[in-house]
């Protein structure tokens, strides 16, 4: 009996020390995910504004990219109350230099993926330098908007289909036989 009591007892232990053993482990996968996404605001780099008139879904630090690799993040997003625009900071890599007709467009990673600025320069010889504002932007499409201008559309040529087809037969009963 008093070997059953030791055994309960050892595996007792191995349990709490398991269970203290993981919980370690997640703190310290809390800890280097709070400390990874902190380093995302890095502000290396010159800074360059844009006005979007959607931004739904970005954020401060999304990523900054051209042709697909990241050149910088969101620095801060403020209302601008004359124009009613949403007004975009961030960062872009010193080595790289944009062209004064750059775009700068509002996308997603994936179908319900995070949303990033995706830069597209032009051919102007002159480029941007820091605190300038990129003039040509579109802004973030939402997902919900076009599923629901989608459903709408399908609703209303469903609705006057079956409309036009009441109509056809209401209008071939009214006729008199021989």
């Known amino acids: 009996m008093a070997s059953a009591m030791a055994e309960k007892s050892r595996r007792s232990l191995a349990e709490l020390l398991t269970g203290t053993a993981v919980l370690v482990a997640l703190a310290g996968m809390l800890a280097a995910a709070v400390v990874g996404e902190g ?104 997902l919900e908007q076009l599923l629901s201008k989608f459903i709408f559309s399908v609703t209303d040529t469903l609705t006057r289909a079956n409309k036009g087809a009441a109509e056809g037969q209401s209008g071939g009963s009214g006729a008199s036989l021989p």
């Open 39 to 142: 380093r995302k605001t890095d502000t290396v780099g010159y800074r360059l504004g844009a006005d979007f008139s959607q931004v739904d879904g970005l954020s401060v630090g999304s990523d900054v990219r051209l042709a697909g690799v990241t050149i910088g993040t969101v620095q801060s997003e403020s209302v601008n109350p004359q124009t009613f625009k949403a007004h975009v900071v961030f960062t872009v890599r010193p080595d790289i230099h944009l062209s004064a007709d750059t775009a700068a467009i509002i996308t997603s990673d994936s179908l319900l993926g995070g949303k990033y600025i995706a830069l597209s320069p032009g051919g102007d010889d002159k480029t941007l330098q820091a605190g300038a504002t990129i003039s040509q932007t579109q802004g973030s499409i939402s």
